[in-house]
């Protein structure tokens, strides 16, 4: 075990850069400065505001404004240091404690003294994906492995394996003889084993996997299988918001109603027997997506006790639908192609009338405060009232990858590769390289808890931080 801040610790100095039209200082960490690597993979603001950034290759921890990076951890059996490797995953407890999911193990960091868990050999293809935190404060953590074989023309699969562990008053639960096991999925397919998990009300706590449906409680467990559901490949356990249960499979929909298991397919109304996914919408419907092979078959919403289906002829959009949002009664359906308005019952795709023309869109999204964004490849709107306003037009098209918020409403956006756009009441500013900005292709944007705005891309990290009024 060893204290976060060790003697291999170093202050780093960080390059300073001011643009004359900006109201912000910029802070650049690169591997010059320190960082363990550009390559992010795993971001976390924990209760302290200390900015965790997980890399391909070790840990980086940002405590007032310091960067300390960390690669290794003390070895709990040999003293030795063992490196952590890429890390996968950052999760905070209720307790304070800070867990990292890497390559080599799983680390636990509690304010003062790192704890490192060393896997077993014969699991050491594991590791760990997802934490989830129950009522009672227990610790799930999900293992998974995947092999990817599409490399190679002759197999049509890949496979992934899952194992469950749990974490309860220092002793570690294993649940390999209940919860473990491998699959073969679609060579396409997203690779995950567990596809959901949630606690409902009554305090079950179910998990979704390719290998079925399980339930826990009261140290009991319950295992659905192709018996009880449509099929045991399950690509999304949903948790509505009405209570209900429903998961999506290879091969339809299962709904739990009263202890058992109804299960829908075509016949019953759906666009695809292949569902990969499922929404609950705030009305209380649920919307299921199919697919067969990489095409996209339709959507269907379950309303009144029944299906109704919709392909791209009646959404009037082409394309995978990639995302919903929800408008009140109303839900706007995203692709690339397009975007179209249900309501009322009907579908009616947004054109030039509305302040949308034809255009590849890359983003939608609904922000903290309700505001519905798009972006084009032309520009980017604001959905009020079934329109869309104009925000703001760039002089070359530009393809937008994330777009941020702050708690002071100010809008941020990032592009693959014409840096970043800062938009704040009638101000519009772009950042690129010759500003000082560390790269021009933006992966993430998110703000820590002192108000600095963390710009993420490709070759490092730009820190924006606001200029005090003079």
Known sequence: M?????RTLVL???VFVFSAHSQHHIDTFTKKEG???TIITTTLIDSKGIVWLGTDNGLNAFVNSQLHPIKSIEDNQTGKPLPMGRIENIYEDRQRNIWVSADNGLFLFNGEYWTSFVQKEADKAYIVKDFFED???RIWCMQEYFQDFGEFKEFKFNMIGGKLQMYENSRWYNFDDVLAGSSSIDHKSVPKFFTGIFQDQAGNIWFGTMRGIYRFYMKEWTTYKKDELTTEKVFRLLNARNGEKWAATESGVSRFVDGEWINFTKKDGLSGNFVYDL??????RVWAFSRSEMKFVGLCVFEGGKWRAFDNNILKIKGFVEALIWDGDDVIAFSNDGVALY???MWKRFSKKEGLDKENFSLIQKDRYGKIWLAGGSGLYKYNKGKWDAVFSPEKKWTVSFLYVDKGKQLWVGTEKSGLFHIHEDTIVNYTESD??????IEKIFEDKKGNTWIITRKGISLFSPIPDQ
């Open 135 to 137: 009522r009672q404060g």
């Open 279 to 284: 929404k609950s919408d705030p009305t209380g």
């Open 436 to 441: 000082g900005l560390v790269d021009d292709y």
């Open 35 to 37: 960082l363990t690597s």
């Open 2 to 6: 060893q204290p976060l801040i060790h």
């Open 12 to 14: 780093l100095l960080c």
């Open 343 to 345: 309501h009322d019952g």
